[in-house]
């Protein structure tokens, strides 16, 4: 059975992803397994409204016991294909580097200068499948910088649940509200530096978003969160007289708004 062709997208020279808009206003949703007489794979367009309800369904499965199963299963048969593969070939799969750093790459770094620039963002190895079965690599996880940023506010929101789950505190914000209340301008409101979601990822660096408790035994509840720089939550431990100072006043201003002393 011959495989079809995907369309591309003229706006981004790839395939159609998921949520691409078209110029009628409809919605990108997938390609399907039927093939047209062009030889291109059918495509499946939504409205806005249906497309919202088929992502909501998406996500409500996505919670459910039976996702869980499921994708559980297709990961460790995946996993036992490779390792039969890897057996067959023996292969001993490796990281590839970063020529820019010398080191493995990183999550939230960009490709190398000597590779072709496509604005992906690195996500992570795969070290259950190789780059491709005659590779000594590990498999790479490259996505847009939307989809990056996406994952950043889930992953936030579940350590947001789990560390007030610890620390005994109110938890009832979520990935979405996390995204709602990011600064626009990506301006920490503290220091005024430019935060950097893909860079700063799991790297420390004092650009990283960091959710601050502006009241902190009130918990990581809605109206008590905001983004703020790392340096800016590490203020009080390696700062200047100047950067504390402007520190003490945007909390002060921070208080008064909430009629506090």
């Not at 847009?144 to 947001?160: D, G, I, L, M, P």
């Not at 902190?216 to 720089?229: A, D, H, T």
């Not at 504390?244 to 008064?256: F, G, Q, R, S, T």
């Amino acid at each position: 059975m011959s495989k079809g062709k995907k369309r591309i997208n003229p706006e981004t020279g790839k395939p159609f992803k998921y949520g691409d808009n078209r110029h009628d206003g409809f919605i990108f949703s997938n390609y399907q397994s039927v093939i047209n007489k062009n030889g291109y794979m059918r495509e499946l367009w939504l409205s806005p409204k249906s497309f919202e309800k088929e992502k909501k369904r998406k996500e409500e499965y996505s919670k459910t016991d039976q996702a869980k199963e499921s994708t559980s299963r297709r990961q460790k048969e995946r996993r036992k294909k490779y390792k039969k593969l890897l057996d067959e070939k023996q292969l001993v799969l490796t990281k590839r580097i970063n020529t820019d750093t010398g080191i493995f790459y990183k999550a939230g770094e960009r490709r190398s200068k000597t590779e072709k620039q496509d604005g992906m963002i690195f996500r992570g190895y795969d070290k259950h499948q190789p780059h491709n079965n005659n590779s000594n690599y590990y498999k790479e996880n490259w996505v847009s910088v939307e989809a990056f940023e996406q994952q950043y506010w889930y992953k936030s929101a579940r350590r947001t649940k789990e560390r007030a789950k610890i620390k005994g505190i109110p938890n009832n914000i979520d990935a979405e509200y996390l995204k709602s209340i990011f600064p626009k301008d990506f301006l920490c409101p503290v220091l005024g530096v430019k935060m950097k979601i893909a860079e700063g990822f799991g790297s420390g660096i004092k650009e990283s978003p960091s959710l601050d408790r502006v009241i902190p035994e009130k918990g990581y509840v809605r109206g008590n969160v905001i983004w703020i720089s790392l340096l800016a939550n590490q203020i009080k431990t390696s700062a200047t007289p100047d950067e504390i100072e402007k520190v003490y006043k945007w909390l002060k201003k921070e208080y008064n708004k909430r009629g506090l002393e």
